[in-house]
């Protein structure tokens, strides 16, 4: 069964129209802007690679790495500071409602292959979270200290450019996040987050994949709308949703 025709075209185009988002390229100029690069690790990212990886190539994740890396390497060669988050979790402990997966020591909570230089380069901040919001995986549950909020206040980042996966998850309510702790003062610097269209993807969960495995109706997720949806919310909170990120 081909994941492409799990959703209609009408049916995408249907919520497109009623739910529009308008992509714009975005300008970094010369703003101190930093990359969040969200959960491009093995266990979302590498076919077959553990539960929640693609079962088969799948174009929008590909693109997905490709871009991030792209962008990566630009970041990199102006200077730019990059901020990873790797979805880590200590063995055995779950994360409801999901299954277990990106156990340390299993592989799936490392960078992808074509992002494993990200893992030791001084521009490059890595955060292992255990939670969906990077935002809150960010803080320690101690202290209270929060590492992405000192990240970007440290480099008084005005801009930040968002890539990663799931664009409706992850990448969602780490965006809407930020915009509500920019709102409440938190970020005093920062003025705009633009999450790059091309640089995210989400995964594909198609009623037939739901049936085989058991899981409830709601454990449906098809890919496009699932992205658009993601995207679109994200638009509707005040992040800029680019087409291009020119640097
Ligand atoms: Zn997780």
């Avoid at 200077?79 to 997966?101: C, N, Q, R, V």
């Avoid at 969602?172 to 633009?194: C, F, G, Y």
């Avoid at 993807?201 to 009623?207: E, F, N, S, V």
Wanted: charged share 20%; net charge negative; hydrophobic share 40%.
């Amino acid at each position: 069964m081909s994941t492409t025709l799990s959703t209609p075209n009408s049916t995408l185009s249907a919520i497109e129209a009623a739910l529009p988002i308008d992509p714009q390229p975005y300008t970094v100029g010369d703003r101190p802007t930093g990359l969040i690069v969200v959960d491009v690790v093995n266990g979302f990212c590498t076919v077959g690679f553990g539960v929640a990886a693609p079962r088969e190539p799948n174009e929008q994740i590909a693109t997905m790495v490709s871009q991030s890396n792209r962008l990566a390497k630009a970041f990199i060669a102006r200077g730019m500071p990059i901020l990873a988050f790797l979805d880590s979790h200590e063995p055995g402990k779950a994360e409801p409602p999901y299954p277990t997966h990106c156990e340390k020591g299993s592989g799936e909570e490392k960078l992808v292959p074509e992002l494993e230089w990200l893992e030791t380069h001084p521009q490059v901040t890595l955060i292992e979270k255990d939670c969906i919001n990077g935002f809150i995986g960010s803080i320690d549950v101690e202290t209270g200290n929060n590492t992405l909020i000192q990240w970007v206040n440290q480099h008084k980042h005005e801009a930040l450019v968002v890539v990663g996966i799931c664009t409706d998850i992850c990448v969602m309510d780490l965006v809407v996040t930020m915009l509500s702790a920019r709102n409440h003062d938190m970020l005093p610097r920062l003025k705009e987050i633009a999450v790059y269209t091309k640089g995210c993807a989400t995964y594909d969960m198609t009623p037939e994949m739901v049936r085989s495995l058991g899981l409830p109706k709601t454990a449906i997720h098809p890919q496009k709308i699932s992205h658009h949806i993601g995207l679109y919310t994200m638009a509707e909170r005040g992040a800029f949703i680019a087409s291009a990120i020119v640097l």
